[in-house]
């Protein structure tokens, strides 16, 4: 058996509760979510809340014999955002444990983002921001240029919703929970580029206007006007999930 446990060295104090993969797998919390292969638990210390998700199978396919992990891309994608300057939540601790080379288990713990809400609940609750015009127009430039720095270094986050950024009170824009995204070249980066924005625009179709959607591609773009391989790729976008709604 060989394991693999970090705890950020700026988080020396939480070492009682998140200092090994043992006393993570040992938590109670507040369950948040469940599937086949993890569960995320929300757990509060000193007064500070934070994410725990605990992996009990590598993935799906291949994964569950070769390659890296689901928890294990799930932490180096984060820890690849802090290193181009988007920002995510804050990384706790992580780690994995393996049994005669195959993944048996892992977990990664962030802290949480003060007074934020994900795009997808603030839509759904009829939030009165998404009528604000500054509002949105801050959230779009921060969007894009997360957007932009991803796909420039070859990748894609292949579930980038609403659901998945996070905005806090003071209007910063936040990218989590990435544990498909990967790195991509030529027609292959391509197609995953127009499902990036695709995902965006699902929900952005119903609660903005053409307008609003439309600079929030111009930004991402860093263009003023469209050009002619722009309406291409916008055609391609809106027709992504045709058939599939």
């Known amino acids: 058996m060989r394991s693999h446990w970090v705890l950020e060295p700026a988080c020396g104090r939480l070492a009682e ?10 938590l109670e919390g507040e369950p948040l979510t469940r599937d086949p292969l993890s569960e995320v638990i929300r757990v509060e210390h000193e007064g500070v809340r934070y994410y725990v998700k605990r992996y009990q199978g590598a993935g799906k396919g291949l994964r569950r014999f070769l390659g890296r992990s689901r928890v294990e891309a799930e932490w180096q994608n984060l820890q ?6 988007i920002p995510t939540a ?40 998404l009528d604000d ?6 959230v ?18 292949n579930d980038l919703k609403w ?9 910063r824009l936040f990218l989590i929970d990435c544990p498909t995204g990967t790195f991509w ?23 903005l206007s053409r307008t609003q959607r439309l600079r929030f591609y111009l930004q991402y773009s860093e263009r003023r006007r ?14 992504y999930f045709e058939g599939r709604e």
């Not at 015009?133 to 801050?138: F, G, S």
């Not at 002619?228 to 055609?235: E, H, S, T």
Request: charged share 25%.
């Open 17 to 26: 509760p998140f200092g090994s993969l043992d006393r993570v797998f040992a």
């Open 80 to 85: 690849l955002f802090q290193r181009w300057g």
């Open 90 to 129: 804050p990384i706790v601790a992580y780690g994995a444990e393996r049994r005669a080379g195959r993944f048996a288990r892992g977990a990664l713990v962030t802290r949480e983002i003060e007074t934020s809400e994900d795009l997808a609940h603030i839509a759904r609750s009829g939030d009165s921001r």
């Open 133 to 138: 015009a500054r509002w949105v127009q801050q």
């Open 140 to 157: 779009s430039l921060q969007l894009a240029a997360a957007t932009r720095t991803l796909h420039s270094h070859g990748f894609a986050h």
């Open 163 to 171: 659901r998945n950024l996070l905005v806090d009170a003071e209007t």
């Open 185 to 207: 070249r030529g027609p292959f980066l391509t197609r995953r580029v127009i499902k990036d924005l695709a995902c965006l625009d699902k929900l952005a179709k119903r609660h």
């Open 226 to 239: 469209l050009q002619a391989q722009d309406k291409g790729r916008i055609a391609a976008v809106l027709r």
